[in-house]
């Protein structure tokens, strides 16, 4: 099996739910520095193998399969490359190790995989792959890919930070919404910072903040 490291961080977030979206593999050249070249759809046939049989690249920490640090929630082809988005978990101590480095833009991520006969084509020295038969992702410390990013590291933080510049909430208001709902905006908790004339402010920046999560 192919091990290649193919995405770098592209920025650091506090990250405290451990999740993110990047790609982990881009289309096009120029090549990564194993000379391979990926070809659009080459990513196809696996991944609708994977959700055929419910399943998904496993999500690993230098490609060492004792060593699972979270889960794949998404893999989709897009006009770039394979979009990614997965989950990392905490309480393994590998996966806060692998949170606290990408957060500092310290890690990248590999893909693990097999071409199948006929997957690949050698033209110029360089190897263009069209089918690649893909067994996991992992977190590693050398990207080859520079074009291969991390585009969003989701957190509660973020959460807060998009109801205060786009919603217009407090810092206090935000944190308690973020923390515990509308419930606790209503006065629900009994701090009392909320009344009745709230209340239709609150039902309109709920329909704000439905089509707001949409983009978070």
């Known amino acids: 099996m192919r091990l290649t490291p193919a995405l770098e961080i592209k920025r650091a977030s506090i990250d405290d739910a451990g999740e993110f979206t990047g790609y982990a593999s881009t289309f096009g050249g120029p090549p990564d520095a194993y000379g391979d070249i990926i070809a659009p759809g080459a990513f196809t046939k696996s991944l609708k193998q994977h959700r055929a049989a ?3 690249p496993a999500l690993l920490w230098a490609h060492d399969q004792a060593q699972p640090i979270g889960v794949w929630h998404e893999l989709s082809e897009d006009g770039s490359g394979l979009r990614v988005t997965g989950k990392l978990t905490l309480e393994v101590d590998k996966a806060r190790e692998a949170h606290a480095l990408m957060k500092s ?3 990248g991520l590999s893909i693990g995989f097999r071409v199948p006969e006929g ?5 110029d020295g360089f190897r263009e792959l069209r089918e690649i038969d893909l067994h996991e992702i992992s977190t590693v410390a050398l990207p080859a890919n520079r ?9 509660i933080r973020d959460f807060e930070a998009a109801l205060r510049d786009e919603l217009g909430y407090s810092s206090r208001q935000a944190k308690k919404l973020a923390a515990g709902g509308f419930n606790a905006l209503q006065g629900r908790d009994g701090s009392g910072e909320f009344d009745e004339q709230n209340l239709r402010d609150i039902q309109t920046k709920a329909r704000e903040l439905s089509k707001l999560i949409q983009r978070i």
């Open 105 to 107: 833009g310290a890690l």
């Open 54 to 56: 419910k399943t998904a």
């Open 119 to 123: 997957g690949e084509v050698w033209a």
């Open 147 to 155: 074009k291969a990013k991390i585009a969003e590291v989701k957190s």
